[in-house]
């Protein structure tokens, strides 16, 4: 007996109106064209007759798209009646968040009205032009149904960004319904619990192994990253698999002379000691790998807090008390903010996972710091990755005393600070991998939100071989905003900038100082940095009224010492230096030395050379010589 095809297609589904219905099975509406309200069953309201039969993508089953929404349709009542219903406080898997999500946003996308501006071609002539690159028939109810089709499967994010039947305009459409909320909502709890490790998103574009053993490479959308811990003396033979179809890999930094053997889509590479460094395929900055080594970290004997090995922890903010020891071990995945105030001898060490990402919605800033340290004194972070916070990840605010060391540090949503030294002293940065999507490691001596004790001097900082991928926007190496009292005895060495990115809206430089309050900045020292790929500024020194300014009057900039500077690669950037005038003050930045700078394999010896220009600033020193050059507008 042949199965008799559904022709009845709702596009509101029946277990939604079942919950409008009386104890006949009669919903209540309101009929707009005839004006009055109006009463039917369930099943033959809001339907079109073979609204979604497709004969030229499945001949054989052209009922397929109303199957695969019945099946869509069947897992999202299921997880509403588990998740939802039953209870008056929600809480969702990230991966129920997306499926929910998705499912609602498909509601939109199926309904009638989309069908109709397809139908008729209510799209302006350059949309319709693009359309016609995916439908060049002119089809476009075609084209809805081929689309419909991919949407009723997928069940995350990634899934509809890399699908190619899909057009741009739509998948731009659909993505922004899921993610983008120009005003959202303070975020005052978690917003999913991780039920496993297995919740945190796999690349599907990487593989690896290292030692024979392979390693899980996890994604966003913003990166692939992959912690590879090894033991003591322990050397590295690492095997990386691309999926994808590539055809120029680079590996960075470059100074590293990270050397490979490709085998088909194979990388082999043998590292004497742990590096962390990046593979990046065709000039993609989006889909990069982040390959992070470092040594096994024991668990401490004085451990307070233990993070075990092959679990996920939800921890909402994980609040710590003086002396307190936290383990997190390699392969824990720790789902929260750290925060801690007035803690002496306090400790976060392991190679396991901080994730931020409950903390904030997929594309927004939640204005929440991520590992917050604030009046504490003899600070330890070691070895964890820190990844996906909801803005400024490691901020040690009015801290004395701070040891950051081998950790990583990953943020992928705009103003996402990476670390962030705020009116703190005695602080060493060593060692780290930081990706920001703002400023990488910034220096500031202002108040916080809601606190202006924290407004004191910074010094004693120093920041040596790390590795820093500044994404757009803000700045690498940057001190600023926010200097409202003394900066002074600083020192950034040995150090690779591999990206400085500049994609047409913000950018910022390599190397920065961005005076907008009245802190004196002095005695600064950067020597032996190597940078790559700086795609706008490489040196950016301001005296500035801005929307962060909190006092008028400017503090000076002077004894700034720039040593052995290289830039390995990429393009050609300019420099700044720029000092402040009104008709009643003028502060000027002076005593500024560049000394051996090189970029792009030529000794630069004068300010054309550097490409830099001055405004309001005096006594620049190039490889010792005075320079004085004023440009006036």
Same mark, same amino acid.
Request: aromatic content about 10%; hydrophobic content about 35%; proline content about 4%.
């Given at each position: 007996?042949?199965?008799?095809?559904?022709?009845?297609?709702?596009?509101?589904?029946?277990?939604?109106?079942?919950?409008?219905?009386?104890?006949?099975?009669?919903?209540?509406?309101?009929?707009?064209?005839?004006?009055?309200?109006?009463?039917?069953?369930?099943?033959?309201?809001?339907?079109?007759?073979? @609204?979604?039969?497709?004969?030229?993508?499945?001949?054989?089953?052209?009922?397929?798209?109303?199957?695969?929404?019945?099946?869509?349709?069947?897992?999202?009542?299921?997880?509403?009646?588990?998740?939802?219903?039953?209870?008056?406080?929600?809480?969702?898997?990230?991966?129920?968040?997306?499926?929910?999500?998705?499912?609602?946003?498909?509601?939109?996308?199926?309904?009638?009205?989309?069908?109709?501006?397809?139908?008729?071609?209510?799209?302006?002539?350059?949309?319709?032009?693009?359309?016609?690159?995916?439908?060049?028939?002119?089809?476009?109810?075609?084209?809805?149904?081929?689309?419909?089709?991919?949407?009723?499967?997928?069940?995350?994010?990634?899934?509809?960004?890399?699908?190619?039947?899909?057009?741009?305009?739509?998948?731009?459409?659909?993505?922004?319904?899921?993610?983008?909320?120009?005003?959202?909502?303070?975020?005052?709890?978690?917003?999913?619990? @991780?039920?496993?490790?297995?919740?945190?998103?796999?690349?599907?574009?990487?593989?690896?192994?290292?030692?024979?053993?392979?390693?899980?490479?996890?994604?966003?959308?913003?990166?692939?990253?992959?912690?590879?811990? =090894?033991?003591?003396?322990?050397?590295?033979?690492?095997?990386?698999?691309?999926?994808?179809?590539?055809?120029?890999?680079?590996?960075?930094?470059?100074?590293?002379?990270?050397?490979?053997?490709?085998?088909?889509?194979?990388?082999?590479?043998?590292?004497?000691?742990?590096?962390?460094? *990046?593979?990046?395929?065709?000039?993609?900055?989006?889909?990069?790998?982040? =390959?992070?080594?470092?040594?096994?970290?024991?668990?401490?004997?004085?451990? *307070?807090?233990?993070?075990?090995?092959?679990?996920?922890?939800?921890?909402?903010?994980?609040?710590?008390?003086?002396?307190?020891?936290?383990?997190?071990?390699?392969?824990?995945?720790?789902?929260?903010?750290?925060?801690?105030?007035?803690?002496?001898?306090?400790?976060?060490?392991?190679?396991?996972?901080?994730?931020?990402?409950?903390?904030?919605?997929?594309?927004?800033?939640?204005?929440?710091?991520?590992?917050?340290?604030?009046?504490?004194?003899?600070?330890?972070?070691?070895?964890? *990755?820190?990844?996906?916070?909801?803005?400024?990840?490691?901020?040690?605010?009015?801290?004395?005393?701070?040891?950051?060391?081998?950790?990583?540090?990953?943020?992928?949503?705009?103003?996402?600070?990476?670390?962030?030294?705020?009116?703190?002293?005695?602080?060493?940065?060593?060692?780290?991998?930081?990706?920001?999507?703002?400023?990488?490691?910034?220096?500031?001596?202002?108040?916080?939100?809601?606190?202006?004790?924290?407004?004191?001097?910074?010094?004693?900082?120093?920041?040596?071989?790390?590795?820093?991928?500044?994404?757009?926007?803000?700045?690498?190496?940057?001190?600023?905003?926010?200097?409202?009292?003394?900066?002074?005895?600083?020192?950034?060495?040995?150090?690779?900038?591999?990206?400085?990115?500049?994609?047409?809206?913000?950018?910022?430089?390599?190397?920065?100082?961005?005076?907008?309050?009245?802190?004196?900045?002095?005695?600064?020292?950067?020597?032996?940095?190597?940078?790559?790929?700086?795609?706008?500024?490489?040196?950016?020194?301001?005296?500035?009224?801005?929307?962060?300014? @909190?006092?008028?009057?400017?503090? @000076?900039?002077?004894?700034?010492?720039?040593?052995?500077?290289?830039?390995?690669?990429?393009?050609?950037?300019?420099?700044?230096?720029?000092?402040?005038?009104?008709?009643?003050?003028? =502060?000027?930045?002076?005593?500024?030395?560049?000394?051996?700078?090189?970029?792009?394999?030529?000794?630069?010896?004068?300010?054309?050379?550097?490409?830099?220009?001055?405004?309001?600033?005096?006594?620049?020193?190039?490889?010792?010589?005075?320079?004085?050059?004023?440009?006036?507008?």
């Amino acid at each position: 007996m042949v199965k008799q095809e559904a022709r009845r297609h709702h596009y509101i589904p029946r277990f939604i109106l079942r919950n409008f219905n009386d104890d006949n099975g009669l919903v209540y509406y309101w009929n707009i064209k005839k004006k009055r309200l109006q009463k039917k069953n369930v099943k033959n309201i809001f339907l079109n007759i073979d @609204m979604y039969r497709d004969e030229s993508l499945h001949k054989d089953d052209p009922t397929q798209i109303e199957t695969k929404f019945s099946v869509f349709e069947k897992e999202i009542a299921e997880l509403i009646k588990e998740k939802i219903l039953c209870t008056t406080k929600i809480v969702l898997t990230r991966r129920e968040l997306e499926k929910m999500r998705i499912f609602m946003t498909l509601m939109a996308f199926r309904s009638n009205i989309r069908m109709e501006q397809y139908k008729n071609e209510s799209f302006d002539e350059e949309t319709r032009n693009i359309l016609l690159q995916y439908q060049p028939n002119g089809d476009f109810v075609e084209l809805w149904k081929r689309e419909l089709d991919v949407l009723a499967t997928s069940r995350t994010y990634k899934e509809i960004e890399e699908s190619e039947v899909i057009d741009p305009i739509i998948k731009k459409d659909f993505l922004n319904d899921l993610i983008y909320d120009p005003n959202p909502a303070p975020i005052t709890e978690p917003r999913f619990q @991780m039920e496993s490790v297995e919740d945190l998103p796999k690349s599907e574009r990487f593989s690896l192994t290292c030692n024979g053993t392979e390693r899980p490479v996890y994604w966003t959308d913003s990166f692939n990253y992959v912690p590879v811990v =090894v033991d003591e003396q322990e050397e590295l033979d690492i095997t990386i698999t691309i999926h994808d179809e590539f055809q120029e890999v680079v590996i960075r930094p470059t100074s590293y002379g990270i050397h490979f053997e490709q085998e088909g889509n194979k990388l082999h590479i043998h590292l004497d000691q742990p590096m962390k460094f *990046t593979i990046e395929t065709d000039g993609g900055l989006h889909n990069a790998l982040f =390959v992070l080594c470092s040594r096994r970290i024991p668990k401490p004997e004085n451990t *307070t807090i233990y993070f075990e090995k092959g679990k996920a922890y939800n921890v909402g903010v994980l609040t710590l008390k003086p002396n307190d020891t936290v383990y997190v071990e390699e392969g824990a995945v720790v789902s929260g903010c750290v925060y801690a105030d007035h803690c002496n001898n306090i400790s976060i060490v392991g190679n396991g996972i901080i994730n931020g990402a409950c903390w904030h919605l997929p594309d927004s800033n939640a204005h929440r710091f991520f590992i917050y340290l604030k009046w504490c004194n003899n600070v330890r972070l070691e070895g964890f *990755t820190a990844v996906d916070g909801p803005s400024w990840h490691v901020v040690p605010a009015a801290c004395d005393h701070v040891l950051i060391d081998n950790i990583n540090v990953m943020s992928r949503i705009v103003t996402g600070d990476g670390i962030d030294v705020t009116s703190s002293r005695f602080v060493e940065i060593k060692n780290c991998f930081i990706r920001a999507t703002d400023d990488c490691i910034c220096i500031k001596s202002h108040a916080l939100i809601g606190d202006t004790s924290t407004v004191r001097e910074v010094t004693k900082v120093h920041a040596h071989h790390n590795v820093i991928w500044n994404a757009e926007p803000g700045n690498a190496i940057e001190i600023g905003y926010g200097l409202q009292a003394e900066v002074h005895d600083l020192l950034f060495e040995e150090n690779d900038i591999i990206h400085c990115q500049y994609e047409g809206n913000m950018g910022g430089a390599a190397i920065s100082i961005h005076q907008a309050d009245g802190g004196h900045i002095h005695d600064i020292h950067y020597r032996n940095i190597r940078i790559e790929q700086a795609e706008q500024k490489l040196f950016d020194i301001k005296t500035l009224l801005c929307k962060y300014t @909190m006092q008028w009057e400017k503090g @000076m900039i002077d004894d700034i010492h720039f040593e052995n500077i290289t830039v390995l690669n990429g393009d050609f950037p300019v420099s700044t230096i720029r000092g402040f005038q009104t008709p009643e003050r003028e =502060v000027r930045p002076h005593n500024i030395y560049f000394d051996n700078i090189n970029i792009l394999g030529k000794h630069c010896k004068t300010f054309q050379d550097l490409r830099l220009m001055n405004e309001l600033a005096n006594d620049i020193y190039i490889d010792g010589e005075r320079t004085f050059v004023q440009n006036r507008f």
